[in-house]
């Protein structure tokens, strides 16, 4: 995964040197040595990640993050502060800042990859965020907010040390973040499956648990595969961390456990889990929003379509009958102009409900277009569906409609064109689908000729069954 990352260090050596080592990792690198420039190259340079050191002449680090931060154009953009302070002071006054990450001098290799590579999916997930909510601007929807915090979200700590526990649970608690104690990775995952989570903490130093085991199981099972895991180790289970890494653990943490390191980990993976909810919640969003005429509520033409086509399918390898049933509403236009569109639209929903309510829970209503509705119906031979089409001819008819209280009760009725699809293997090669609504609309057009408000079946016959 390529990426632009930001390089802030008034040493010279420094900059040499992590310029070398993420140019090896075929990152793109720039380099530069305060923090104005470094301000100046974030707004054209458009960086996914800036490393940026504390202690400089003039402007410091902290108040180059503090200024990254607050402006729009750039407070995306994760900032990992490179220190050689160990001060725990510091590190909170780097939180304060709006630090996303830690990084103490001298930069273990892998360290600095595992985080480089951590935060660039969550610049890559925030930006695709941005984006979308950008383009649904565009069209007039409002995008949801991004999740403002991590204040609320729910942490499960696999260890039993009560120490190390007590010692987690008040680190997280400075977030917001509550905590659930397993001792053991069964009883982890039990815990898991009843009531998930946003974080998974495990140590890889319990007794008889084998945590990378663990680690596979929360992978492999659909419920938990998205949930980040964050391991906890000594430098002695360097070793076990990097299989941790090849298994899908997201990140981890060195004993001694520092709380504010512990506390930026946390938070930047909840965050990226967060953001990816809330993308796939978008995206089911977006396509219901494409998917749904946004008057009535039903679905549209085009899932009438892709819907009939997969239905057609079904019914050509498991047998059956499909029927569609066509209606538009006698004389709609003169309710438009005799009373205005507001009024023609409550009626289109109210006669969306009424052709709701009375269908099977199967049958899919969807508005055609204008005044024209359509009801698919799976598994109904001719002689139901027009029994049903009756039942709803007869239902429209008898809706009160009285929009206002100086608008008389107009009346509604509905024309309906009835066609089945008995046998579709017949129409192999061809576009059954396209057929079936064809002969709904020409008996549909049939009840029209004949007097409106009735039902009429298509004239010409499909295959046999």
């Not at 304060?96 to 892998?110: N, S, Y």
């Amino acid at each position: 995964m390529s990426a632009r990352i930001l390089v802030v260090d008034d040493v010279m050596a420094n900059l040499r040197l992590l310029e070398a080592k993420l140019s090896a990792e075929y990152y793109e690198v720039l380099a530069v040595q305060d923090g104005p420039a470094a301000l100046d190259a974030a707004l054209a340079w458009a960086p996914d990640l800036v490393l940026l050191d504390v202690m400089m002449p003039g402007m410091d680090g902290y108040e180059v993050c503090r200024r990254l931060k607050a402006d729009r154009a750039t407070e995306h953009v994760p900032v990992v502060m490179v220190t050689a302070l160990g001060d725990n002071s510091e590190r909170v006054r780097g939180l304060e800042a709006g630090a996303d990450d830690f990084l103490t001098k001298p930069v273990d290799d892998e360290t600095l990859l595992a985080r480089v590579r951590a935060l660039v999916r969550l610049k890559r997930l925030l930006d695709e965020w941005r984006l979308r909510a950008e383009t649904t601007h565009q069209l007039g929807v409002a995008a949801g907010a991004l999740p403002p915090s991590v204040r609320g979200a729910r942490a499960l700590v696999v260890d039993d040390n009560e120490t190390d526990t007590e010692r987690m649970t008040e680190a997280l608690a400075a977030e917001g973040i509550e905590v659930t104690v397993e001792l053991s990775t069964a009883a982890g995952f039990e815990r898991l499956v009843r009531a998930p989570a946003d974080l998974v903490i495990v140590s890889m130093l319990g007794g008889e648990d084998d945590p990378l085991r663990f680690a596979s199981r929360l992978r492999a099972d659909a419920t938990t595969r998205e949930v980040p895991l964050l391991l906890v180790a000594d430098e002695a289970h360097r070793g076990l961390l990097h299989r941790g890494f090849e298994l899908g653990a997201n990140d981890y943490i060195v004993k001694p456990i520092d709380p504010n390191e512990l506390r930026v980990r946390a938070r930047n993976q909840i965050r990226r889990k967060l953001y990816q909810d809330r993308l796939r919640a978008d995206l089911a969003y977006s396509i219901s929003l494409a998917l749904t005429d946004p008057l009535t509520g039903l679905h549209n033409q085009r899932y009438l379509r892709g819907h009939l086509r997969s239905l057609v399918g079904s019914v050509r390898s498991a047998g059956g009958a499909i029927s569609a049933l066509m209606l538009d509403l006698d004389h709609f236009k003169r309710i438009n102009d005799q009373h205005g569109h507001p009024v023609g639209d409550a009626a289109l929903r109210l006669v969306a409900g009424a052709i709701r309510g009375n269908v099977r829970l199967f049958d899919t209503v969807a508005r055609y277009g204008g005044e024209e509705f359509v009801v698919i119906m799976p598994g109904a031979a001719l002689t139901d569906a027009l029994v049903a089409a009756e039942r709803l001819r007869r239902e429209i008819e008898a809706l009160s409609f009285k929009p206002s209280a100086d608008t008389p009760h107009l009346p509604l009725t509905a024309s309906i064109g009835v066609a089945t699809l008995s046998n579709p293997a017949e129409f192999e090669g061809s576009a059954p689908e396209e057929t079936l609504l064809r002969l709904a609309d020409e008996a549909l057009y049939t009840a029209k000729r004949e007097g409106r408000n009735r039902v009429a079946a298509a004239e010409e016959s499909l295959p046999p069954a």
